[in-house]
């Protein structure tokens, strides 16, 4: 498999001063262009199917993330978010469309992005601020196994290598197995692909004992899963879910699959990225506010009626406050 690298110094990095650092993660739930792809399985998002998901929809769909993407970059004096994790992808058109939207010019956003084997087409992304963040080398690592994948595809975890804020780490963006079936029947999927991701890595910590993680995605498991433990990472958003909040509601229950986790190590370096907080993002646009899904996530389509929401997750984030005199995150 070839690992692809950016020379750095063919990018710019603009260094802003005193300002927080973000990095995000989104479940975009369903973010498809309307073009019937003859090898996914998307006839749902088309102009001819049941959904009416046509040129209006689409845009809709776009816009909202954009505005999203907007406000997390807006959080606690930050100039644009500098790096998020994006799931739940079509294609790179949609990517394209997406820093595109007029909300998002001015920051020149750029992306990652591979094409999995998923049945459904959908992929993982990241999106990136040139001005936080410089990628030096990326690639898809596959869950495709015999035994725990042997009746349909899933997505691949994207690993990205780069320097954030003059740091240098190691991202994994993951969007794992569902619950289909039962989350009891499905679990050991997802402790298949918490095994790939800790396998990952412990080849870069081979070379780079100090190595930073940033390991962030849809876990479509809990804090206190297994799955998730196993990784042996900060995660900074255990409290949150002891606490009952959640990113992603069903049958009025919340849980908080979507996550971003740390190098347990991570605390110990004395830089801009040690003070750090974990938000769930929401605004009231994103809430639901009536029928069966009233105070959920507000999601783009109720079955085949369309809601003109943004997702059936909220997204989450790390803010990362610039180390100053007397300076901590509460």
């Known amino acids: 498999?070839?690992?692809?690298?950016?020379?750095?110094?063919?990018?710019?990095?603009?260094?802003?001063?005193?300002?927080?650092?973000?990095?995000g993660f989104y479940n975009c739930e369903n973010f498809y262009d309307t073009t019937d792809q003859l090898k996914v399985i998307d006839e749902d998002?088309?102009?001819?199917?049941?959904?009416?998901?046509?040129?209006?929809?689409?845009?809709?769909?776009?816009?909202?993330?954009?505005?999203?993407?907007?406000?997390?970059?807006?959080?606690?004096?930050s100039n644009g978010i500098a790096i998020i994790g994006l799931?739940?992808?079509?294609?790179?058109?949609?990517?394209?469309?997406?820093?595109?939207?007029?909300?998002?010019?001015k920051y020149h956003y750029r992306y990652?992005?591979?094409?999995?084997?998923?049945?459904?087409?959908?992929d993982v992304a990241l999106i990136?601020?040139?001005?936080?963040?410089?990628?030096?080398?990326?690639?898809?690592?596959?869950?495709?196994d015999a035994e725990h994948f042997n009746d349909y595809a899933t997505r691949d975890i994207l690993y990205v290598k780069g320097r954030l804020d003059e740091e240098w780490v190691h991202i994994l963006v993951n969007h794992w197995p569902s619950r289909r079936g039962g989350s009891f029947l499905s679990n050991s999927k997802r402790?298949?692909?918490?095994?790939?991701?800790?396998?990952?890595?412990?080849?870069?910590?081979?070379?780079?004992?100090?190595?930073k993680f940033i390991v962030m995605g849809d876990f479509n498991d809990n804090p206190n899963n297994a799955s998730i433990k196993s990784l042996e990472l900060l995660n900074p958003f255990f409290t949150l879910f002891k606490n009952g909040y959640?990113?992603?509601?069903?049958?009025?229950?919340?849980?908080?699959?979507?996550q971003i986790l740390l190098s347990r190590h991570w605390s110990q370096y004395n830089n801009s990225l040690t003070n750090y907080k974990p938000i769930?993002?929401?605004?009231?646009?994103?809430?639901?506010?009536?029928?069966?899904?009233?105070?959920?996530?507000?999601?783009?389509?109720?079955?085949?009626?369309?809601?003109?929401g943004y997702s059936d997750h909220f997204p989450v984030a790390l803010i990362f406050k610039p180390i100053l005199s007397g300076n901590t995150l509460k």
């Open 280 to 308: 769930i993002y929401t605004i009231p646009d994103m809430i639901e506010t009536q029928g069966k899904y009233q105070g959920y996530p507000k999601r783009t389509y109720d079955g085949d009626r369309f809601r003109g």
């Open 191 to 211: 402790i298949w692909a918490a095994n790939i991701c800790k396998k990952i890595m412990d080849s870069v910590a081979i070379i780079d004992p100090q190595a």
């Open 87 to 105: 799931v739940e992808i079509e294609n790179k058109w949609v990517l394209e469309k997406l820093i595109a939207e007029p909300i998002l010019q």
């Open 128 to 144: 990136y601020n040139p001005s936080y963040f410089e990628p030096y080398q990326y690639k898809p690592y596959s869950l495709t």
């Open 1 to 23: 498999m070839k690992i692809y690298f950016i020379p750095i110094f063919l990018l710019i990095l603009i260094k802003l001063p005193a300002q927080s650092i973000i990095v």
């Open 112 to 122: 990652l992005h591979f094409d999995s084997k998923d049945q459904r087409g959908v």
């Open 45 to 77: 998002f088309t102009p001819n199917s049941q959904k009416n998901y046509n040129s209006k929809a689409y845009a809709i769909k776009s816009n909202h993330l954009a505005k999203v993407i907007y406000g997390m970059g807006k959080m606690d004096n």
């Open 246 to 258: 959640g990113s992603i509601a069903f049958r009025d229950s919340w849980s908080l699959f979507d």
